[in-house]
C-alpha cells in the first residue's frame, strides 16, 4: 500500500460496523476461561533456547482516573496496596523465569498500565533489577508509558539509571476546554517540562498518544493540539479514535455524549490529522501511528518488517510476548493467555505460588493463518490469502470495498489501495469468522 499522498473518500456504509483494533487474533473477546495455568506452563516450555522474548509488565493504577480511559486502572491512593502489588509482580517474574529455566532471551521490556510512574522511583528499580536477574536481557531495549502529571526529575533520574530509552506520553489534546470534558486536566507547561526531563535522560524516541472524536472537538481544536505537539518534536505519534462505551466503563458517564462527533466529523477529524502530520514530515505507520523517518517502527515500515501486537505498531521480531501483571496478555504462536483481571484474584494465585492465568484462547493453525493475513494487511497493506477454507465467502464479503476502488486481487493476493488506509480495519474484520456473531462492542473502525 502506499502511504503517501492519499485522497480518503468517506463511505459511511463501509463504517458502520464497529471493528477490533486487531492487536492480536483471534481478539480478546473470543478469549475464554477453559484455559488457565496449565496452559501458561506448555507454551513456556516451547520457548527455545536462544528464542527472542519481549515482556510486558503492567501497573493497574494511576494517580488521577481520567474518564474517556479504557484500561485496567484504579487509583493509586494507597501505598500499602501498590507496595503489595509491586511485591507480587516480583513474585511473578521469579515464577515465569523458573519455567523458562534460562531458555529465551529477552529483547523488548515494555512498561504499560494505568500509569507505571504511580510507582515509585525505587519501586521501578527494584523491579527492573529483579528482571535482569531472572532473565538474560543485557540488551533488551525498555519503554515505559508515562503520565506527564507525575512525571519530575526524580522519575526522569530513574529511567536514566534503568536504561530506558523509549518513553511514551499520554497527551490526547491541548486544548483546555477539553481536557476539563475529559476528566485530564495538563497544562501545555507540563507536558514541555515532562518533554525536557526525558531529554535530559537521553530517551532516544518519545510518543505522544493523542485522540480525535473527543467531545466538544473541532478542527481548529485538533489542528492547534498537532501545531503545539509538533514544536516539541516528539519521534512518534499515536492518533487514537475515542471509543465511547459507558456500558462497559462506568467512568465515561461524565463525559456529556450530546456534545461528541458524528461519524462524519470523526472522519474528517483522522483524516485531517494524518494530513498534517505527513506534511510535517512523519511517515504515516499504518492508519494511526507516526513517525519521523529515521525512527526504528519507520524503517520496519519501509523494510517491510513492521509487526503489530499488544502494544501496537511495533518493530519487535519477537513470537512470544509474556505478559506480568493483572490483567496481562501474553502471546505465543499457539496460545494467546490473560493474567487474572482483579488485582485480589491475581494476589492469591501469586501467593498460593502458582501462575495468574485466568483466560484465553489456544490458537489452531486456521487461526495463525488469519492472523498473519491480517497482520499483513494492517502493516503492509497486502497479504497471500491462500489457505483459507472460505476464501471465496471472504471475497464476496468484501466486493463492496472492491466495488468502490478500495482494493484489488492479484490472484490469491489481496492489495489495498493508497485511499483504503482508513478502511483497512474494516477489510481485516472480513476474513474474522468470530465478528458476525460476535455481541462485543469495538470501537468505531475510524
Known amino acids: 500500500m502506499r502511504r503517501e499522498g492519499a485522497m480518503w473518500t468517506y463511505h459511511p456504509d463501509l463504517l458502520a460496523t464497529a471493528v477490533p483494533r486487531y492487536t492480536s487474533f483471534p481478539t480478546a473477546a473470543e478469549f475464554g476461561d477453559d484455559v488457565g495455568p496449565a496452559d501458561m506452563e506448555h507454551a513456556l516450555a516451547r520457548v527455545h533456547e536462544d528464542e527472542p522474548v519481549s515482556l510486558y509488565l503492567h501497573i493497574p493504577y494511576c494517580h488521577e482516573i481520567c474518564w474517556y480511559c479504557g484500561c485496567n486502572t484504579g487509583a493509586a491512593n494507597r501505598a500499602a496496596r501498590v507496595a503489595t502489588y509491586v511485591q507480587r509482580l516480583g513474585e511473578e517474574v521469579d515464577l515465569v523465569a523458573a519455567r523458562l529455566a534460562g531458555r529465551g532471551r529477552v529483547t523488548r521490556i515494555a512498561w504499560?498500565?494505568?500509569?507505571?510512574?504511580?510507582?515509585?522511583?525505587?519501586?521501578?528499580?527494584?523491579?527492573?533489577?529483579?528482571?535482569?536477574?531472572?532473565?538474560?536481557?543485557t540488551?533488551?531495549?525498555?519503554?515505559?508509558?508515562?503520565?506527564?502529571?507525575?512525571?519530575?526529575?526524580?522519575?526522569?533520574?530513574?529511567?536514566?539509571?534503568?536504561?530506558?530509552?523509549?518513553?511514551?506520553?499520554?497527551?490526547?489534546?491541548?486544548?483546555?476546554?477539553?481536557?476539563?470534558?475529559?476528566?485530564?486536566?495538563?497544562?501545555?507547561?507540563?507536558?514541555?517540562?515532562?518533554?525536557g526531563r526525558l531529554?535530559?535522560?537521553?530517551?532516544?524516541?518519545?510518543?505522544?498518544?493523542?485522540?480525535?472524536?473527543?467531545?466538544?472537538?473541532?478542527?481548529?481544536?485538533?489542528?492547534?493540539?498537532?501545531?503545539?505537539?509538533?514544536?516539541?518534536?516528539?519521534e512518534r505519534f499515536a492518533v487514537f479514535g475515542y471509543a465511547h462505551v459507558p456500558h462497559l466503563l462506568p467512568r465515561q458517564r461524565r463525559i456529556d455524549a450530546t456534545r461528541l462527533p458524528g461519524p462524519a466529523a470523526r472522519f474528517a477529524l483522522a483524516r485531517q490529522a494524518h494530513r498534517h502530520l505527513r506534511d510535517a514530515g512523519y511517515d504515516p505507520i499504518g492508519f494511526d501511528h507516526f513517525a519521523v523517518p529515521q525512527d526504528a517502527i519507520a524503517r520496519a515500515a519501509r523494510s517491510g518488517t513492521l509487526r503489530r501486537n499488544f502494544q501496537g505498531f511495533?518493530?519487535?521480531?519477537?513470537?512470544?510476548?509474556?505478559?506480568?501483571?493483572?490483567?496481562?496478555?501474553?502471546?505465543?504462536?499457539?496460545?494467546?493467555?490473560?493474567?487474572?483481571?482483579?488485582?485480589?484474584?491475581?494476589?492469591?494465585?501469586?501467593?498460593k505460588g502458582r501462575l495468574a492465568t485466568a483466560r484465553g484462547i489456544r490458537r489452531s493453525p486456521g487461526d495463525r493463518r488469519r492472523s498473519a493475513i491480517i497482520e499483513a494487511l494492517l502493516c503492509r497493506g497486502e497479504a497471500e490469502c491462500t489457505g483459507l477454507s472460505d476464501l471465496s465467502d471472504t471475497r464476496a464479503r468484501l466486493a463492496c470495498f472492491e466495488e468502490r476502488g478500495l482494493l484489488a486481487?492479484?490472484?490469491?493476493?489481496?492489495?489495498?489501495?493508497?485511499?483504503?488506509?482508513?478502511?483497512?480495519?474494516?477489510?481485516?474484520?472480513?476474513?474474522?469468522?468470530?465478528?458476525?456473531?460476535?455481541?462485543?462492542?469495538?470501537?468505531?473502525?475510524?
Not at 502529571?149 to 526524580?154: A, E, S, T, Y
Not at 521480531?317 to 484474584?345: D, H, M, T, W, Y
Open 314 to 351: 511495533t518493530e519487535d521480531q519477537s513470537e512470544v510476548l509474556i505478559g506480568l501483571g493483572a490483567s496481562a496478555v501474553s502471546a505465543f504462536p499457539g496460545a494467546l493467555l490473560q493474567n487474572e483481571k482483579r488485582a485480589g484474584r491475581y494476589h492469591l494465585c501469586l501467593a
Open 139 to 195: 540488551h533488551a531495549t525498555v519503554s515505559v508509558e508515562l503520565d506527564p502529571r507525575g512525571f519530575d526529575w526524580g522519575w526522569a533520574e530513574c529511567l536514566a539509571r534503568n536504561r530506558v530509552t523509549r518513553a511514551s506520553l499520554g497527551v490526547q489534546t491541548f486544548a483546555p476546554h477539553i481536557q476539563h470534558a475529559i476528566g485530564r486536566v495538563q497544562p501545555v507547561e507540563a507536558i514541555a517540562c515532562a518533554m
Open 409 to 446: 486481487w492479484a490472484g490469491t493476493r489481496l492489495l489495498l489501495d493508497r485511499s483504503a488506509l482508513p478502511y483497512a480495519r474494516a477489510v481485516a474484520a472480513a476474513f474474522d469468522p468470530w465478528r458476525a456473531a460476535s455481541a462485543a462492542r469495538f470501537s468505531s473502525a475510524v
Open 112 to 137: 504499560g498500565g494505568g500509569s507505571p510512574n504511580a510507582l515509585v522511583p525505587a519501586q521501578f528499580d527494584a523491579l527492573m533489577h529483579r528482571i535482569r536477574d531472572a532473565f538474560a536481557c
Open 199 to 234: 531529554r535530559a535522560a537521553r530517551i532516544e524516541s518519545i510518543n505522544f498518544d493523542l485522540m480525535y472524536g473527543l467531545p466538544g472537538q473541532f478542527a481548529a481544536d485538533l489542528e492547534e493540539t498537532l501545531d503545539i505537539a509538533l514544536s516539541m518534536r516528539p
